[in-house]
Each structure stands twice: as structure tokens, then as C-alpha cells.
Antibody
Framework: QVQLVVSGGGVVQPGRSLRLSCAGS????????MHWVRQAPGKGLEWVAVISSDGNHKYYANSVKGRFAISRDNSKSTLYLQMNSLRAEDTAVYYC???????????WGQGALVTASS | QTVVTQEPSLTVSPGGTVTLTCTANTGAVSSNYYPSWFQQKPGQAPRALIYGATNKHSWTPARFSGSLLGGKAALTLSGVQPEDEAVYYC???????????FGGGTKLTVL
């Protein structure tokens, strides 16, 4: 079965960096585009970034452009989100999401909490 | 600034029918926006329900259906069950900007 496991969350001071990982299993990871979506405490969902299956195409929400970088290592079936210059407003649960055979969002990881606070 | 809007909250009786809608301030929502719908229960990750406006995932219960209605994307629940109480989010794709935007979510109460 498809599984997406997010790791790397934690507490970090504003201005510092953190990298999230999302390990995929149960499917051919290299064949699927992937997204990151976040959710601030008590708030709605916010799309963050997407990467194509081969890693050559990447797009970002304006709120993170220039600070966050999405990448993937298909040999390790792992998606990454490098988050630099973190701000208090980046505090959220971060989910990785697969783009399925339907070319739409299908499976979601369990999420990881990132807290940017001094 | 592009904004996607949903009803903040709706209430439905068990066994009843309710329709949630999703609009964009850029104009009428069409299939070109590839509307999707997601269900999120407290403490859980969201779950995909509908994609491409009307298509169900293999796990989507039959009582959920999606449509395009008067320039809006819509999610209809027929024969609502208590376990359908959740927050529902729509998602639209804006091709020109390569941007995906979620609506603010509709909190559905089954009462």
C-alpha cells in the first residue's frame, strides 16, 4: 500500500533553517510528481510547492518563494523541503502529497510539525 | 490577489443532503481549474475525495459527488452520516501562474 512518512520537523529559531523529508513506499516513487502542503495551527490548508517526477520542474507559493526549496532523490524514494530564513508564520504541520495516476492529489503523508519560535 | 472561497460552516441532519461550493474571484470555476475536494477530520491528515470536478477516488463513498454548478465547483453529500462531520476543502489549479490554491474550508456539522 502507498505510504508517505514525513520526518524532520521540530522547533527552530526564526531565521534558521530546517529540512523535511518524505519517504515514499508501496509505489514507484520516481514515476510521480509530489507536493508539499502546510497547515498553520487551527487554520486551513496552504499549498507550498510541487516538483515533477524527474525533478526538473518546480513551482512555489509566493509566500515561500526564494526561501524554500523542493527537491527529490528518486534513488532513495525521498522528497525534501529545505526551509531557510524561517519565520514565525511558517509554523505549521507540513504534509507531502502524491500526484496520482489521475494527475491529481491522492495520497497524503501524516505530516510533521515545524515551529519557528525563539 | 487570487482568492478561493467556501462557506465557513454548514449544518445538516443525519440522512439529509447538503451542497458545499467553491468559487474563485478570478471568475467562473470550470473544469480547466481541475477542482478537487478533500475531507479532514480532527487530528488527521486530509483525505482526497473528488478530482477533476466530478471524479471519485476508489475509496470515495458513493454518497459523495462533485459537480460544476453555476460557475462554482460543488460537493454534494447525499444521505449524510454522522462520520461525515469534518472540514472540507476545495483546491483549484491556476494554470497561467502554475499555482494551486485551497479554499478556506467548510466545517460541516451533522446534527
Amino acid at each position: 500500500q502507498v505510504q508517505l512518512v514525513v520526518s524532520g520537523g521540530g522547533v527552530v529559531q526564526p531565521g534558521r533553517s530546517l529540512r523535511l523529508s518524505c519517504a515514499g513506499s508501496g509505489f514507484t516513487f520516481s514515476g510521480y510528481a509530489m507536493h508539499w502542503v502546510r497547515q498553520a495551527p487551527g487554520k486551513g490548508l496552504e499549498w507550498v510547492a510541487v516538483i515533477s517526477s524527474d525533478g526538473n520542474h518546480k513551482y512555489y507559493a509566493n509566500s515561500v518563494k526564494g526561501r524554500f526549496a523542493i527537491s527529490r532523490d528518486n534513488s532513495k524514494s525521498t522528497l525534501y523541503l529545505q526551509m531557510n530564513s524561517l519565520r514565525a508564520e511558517d509554523t505549521a504541520v507540513y504534509y507531502c502529497v502524491r500526484v496520482g495516476d489521475t494527475r491529481h492529489f491522492d495520497y497524503w503523508g501524516q505530516g510533521a510539525l515545524v515551529t519557528a519560535s525563539s | 490577489q487570487t482568492v478561493v472561497t467556501q462557506e465557513p460552516s454548514l449544518t445538516v441532519s443525519p440522512g439529509g443532503t447538503v451542497t458545499l461550493t467553491c468559487t474563485a474571484n478570478t471568475g467562473a470555476v470550470s473544469s480547466n481549474y481541475y477542482p478537487s475536494w478533500f475531507q479532514q477530520k480532527p487530528g488527521q491528515a486530509p483525505r482526497a475525495l473528488i478530482y477533476g470536478a466530478t471524479n471519485k477516488h476508489s475509496w470515495t463513498p458513493a454518497r459523495f459527488s462533485g459537480s460544476l454548478l453555476g460557475g462554482k465547483a460543488a460537493l454534494t453529500l447525499s444521505g449524510v452520516q454522522p462520520e461525515d462531520e469534518a472540514v472540507y476543502y476545495c483546491l483549484l489549479f491556476f494554470d497561467g501562474a502554475q499555482l494551486w490554491l485551497f479554499g478556506g474550508g467548510t466545517k460541516l456539522t451533522v446534527l
